[in-house]
């Protein structure tokens, strides 16, 4: 059974940080690329960050770029997302996935608000 369980979410002034974690389990992170996503109200869901099962290669979307880092800890099977520099347009619930051919998961989000 997968599971995928997101943390480090809250409310953070504009210009702040945040970590978010994934823990995952039933997913193997040699062979399941792990990426973050997000929604916002009213908006699709938008591509942050990924990085691949085999070498460990990670892709960001133009509007994290500089801001954000995704990173894997295997050992302890766990997922991060680095978020610097957050601005009250990256307000939204943040989903953690994994997937691979055939076969793909959510977790159940974890909600970042940015406000002063």
């Known amino acids: 059974q997968v599971q995928l369980v997101e943390s480090g979410g809250g409310l953070v002034q504009p210009g702040g940080s945040l970590r978010l974690s994934c823990a995952a389990s039933?997913?193997?992170?040699?062979?399941?690329?792990m990426s973050w996503y997000r929604q916002a109200p009213g908006k699709a869901r938008e591509f942050l960050a990924g990085?691949?099962?085999?070498?460990?290669?990670?892709n960001y979307a133009d509007s994290v770029k500089g801001r954000f880092t995704i990173s894997r800890d295997i050992a302890k099977n766990t997922v991060f997302l680095q978020m610097n520099s957050l601005k009250p347009e990256d307000t939204a619930v943040y989903y953690c996935?994994?997937?691979?051919?055939?076969?793909?998961?959510w977790g159940q989000g974890t909600q970042v608000t940015v406000s002063s």
């Open positions: 039933g997913v193997s992170f040699s062979t399941y690329r």
């Open positions: 996935y994994a997937g691979r051919s055939g076969s793909f998961y």
């Open positions: 990085v691949t099962g085999i070498d460990g290669r990670t």
